[in-house]
Structure formats: structure tokens, C-alpha cells
């Protein structure tokens, strides 16, 4: 497994060539994100007659928001579909040739990239909360935690992607697959509204599928609003999502490795 850490090396060095870029798209992608729920949700608590929605007053509200383009990108880590891309291309051949696995290699890519997005959160979530004026109150526990709950929800969320991708030994385009999933994982699973906003009929339902422990969990840890067993018992859960998943995702590489050509589509 030495190859892993070289190779993960390798990949962190990859990321960080284009500096200004890495950093230029992730303040401007957070910032904008961050300021469009700023503006928006201050409009909705003025035109409303309570303080609370969903159980969030407007500061609570905007911390729930601050931490949503983070755990983000910590979540989705690298989503360049470059999978389907080595499929469809026959980039796959170096992988059945070289001593490398390659799912192991796509796992190790999507490490790397959510270990830089932790680094880059702990600088930007403080200096953009100090911008929009609100106090972050830093629990070492709490941030612990949510850090292990991203690297398992950066797993869960990757598989499902990867198993999309390789509908690409079937098919010519997958892209808009994994455009759905995105919108689909980010509605249901917490990134649009706080899932306490949802009727508690379909937050019954949805608390039975993996969507919840995709970014909702998550950021409920980072900010505190999870206790620490609520914080362990999300984690957990979210990894025993990722057992089946990984299973799905494998049937599927070796079923497509079966009628694979590798001369590209």
C-alpha cells in the first residue's frame, strides 16, 4: 500500500500547482454561496412574523449556512467524472496493466482533495465569519468529530458517484447521472434547506435512506447542534451505508470490466 501514499503525494501536489486558481475558486464558489443565503434568508425571517424557522433563529440560521459550501466541498471532493472519462477513452488500460487498483486510486484521489478542503475550511469558515459578523464558537470535540463525519460521507457520496460513472462501460455520456445525484443528494440531504424544514411525514422517510448522512449530518456536527452520541450514532450509520454501497459499486466495476474493449468508446 506504499504506492497509495506516494501516489496521494503525488495528487496533493497535482491540486496545489495552479495556486491561485485552487485558491481563487474556492473563495469565490464560497463566498458566492455564502452571500446569496445571507441576503435571502435575511428577506424571509424580515417578511416572517416568528424569529424561529425550523427551529433556527436568523443567526443560527446563517451558521447552519456558513458551513454548507464547506462541508461541500469536503463531501463532493473531486467531482471531475474523470472516471467516466477513462472508461469512455480506454485511460482505464494503464490501471489493468500497472500494479495499481484502480478504484483504489479513485478512492485515494477523492482523500486527498477533502483532506486539502478541511485545510482550506478551518481558514476560510473564521475569516468569512468574520465578514458576515457572526461568532463561530470553536469546540475541538465538536470539529473532531465532524471532520471523521466528512471523510465518511466524502466515501458514502463518492461510491454512489463512482457507480454512476461506470454506467460509462454501457453508455456513451453519463455526465447529467452525476448532475442528478448532486441535486438530489444536496435537496434531500440538507445543502438547500435544513432538513428540519422538511414535513416530519417525509423526514420519517428520508431519515431511512442515506441522503440525510450525506451533508445535514455533518454540519450539524460541526456547529454543535448534534450531541456527541447523536454526532457518533450519524457516523456510524453513515458508514454502514457505505458497506453496501461499496458492494454495488464493485458488482458493477467487474460486470463493465467483462465487456470492456479498451480502445475507448
Known amino acids: 500500500m506504499s504506492w497509495v501514499l506516494e501516489a496521494g503525494k503525488l495528487e496533493a501536489k497535482r491540486f496545489l500547482s495552479y495556486r491561485v486558481d485552487f485558491w481563487l475558486q474556492f473563495a469565490v464558489n464560497v463566498m458566492a454561496e455564502i452571500t446569496v443565503a445571507y441576503f435571502l434568508w435575511e ?26 459550501p464547506f462541508v461541500g466541498r469536503m463531501v463532493k471532493s473531486l467531482e471531475d467524472f474523470s472516471l467516466a472519462t477513462e472508461i469512455r477513452e480506454g485511460g482505464l488500460n494503464k490501471f489493468l496493466i500497472y500494479p495499481l487498483s484502480f478504484i483504489q486510486y479513485k478512492i485515494m484521489q477523492k482523500v486527498v482533495y477533502t483532506s486539502l478542503a478541511i485545510l482550506q475550511s478551518f481558514l476560510g469558515i473564521f475569516i468569512v465569519a468574520y465578514i458576515i459578523g457572526i461568532k463561530v464558537n470553536f469546540d475541538i470535540s465538536n470539529f473532531a468529530l465532524g471532520i471523521v463525519a466528512a471523510y465518511a460521507s466524502m466515501l458514502l457520496y463518492g461510491m454512489m458517484l463512482m457507480t454512476l460513472e461506470m454506467i460509462a462501460f454501457w453508455a456513451d455520456s453519463v455526465w447529467s447521472l452525476g448532475v442528478m445525484l448532486r441535486f438530489i443528494a444536496m435537496f434531500f440531504g440538507g445543502a438547500f434547506i435544513p432538513l428540519n424544514m422538511f414535513p416530519e411525514w417525509s423526514l420519517k422517510i428520508l431519515m431511512m435512506t442515506p441522503f440525510p448522512y450525506l451533508f445535514s449530518n455533518t454540519i450539524k ?28 459499486m464493485l458488482g458493477t466495476y467487474r460486470k463493465g470490466l467483462r465487456q470492456y474493449s479498451g480502445i475507448g468508446i
Open 43 to 68: 428577506a424571509i425571517y424580515q417578511g416572517s412574523l416568528t424569529t424561529v424557522i425550523g427551529g433556527y433563529t436568523f443567526h443560527q440560521m446563517l451558521m447552519y449556512y456558513l458551513f454548507v
Open 221 to 248: 456536527t460541526f456547529i454543535g447542534e448534534n450531541t456527541f452520541y447523536q454526532s457518533l450514532e450519524g457516523i456510524g450509520i453513515t458508514l454502514l451505508w457505505v458497506i453496501p454501497m461499496a458492494l454495488i
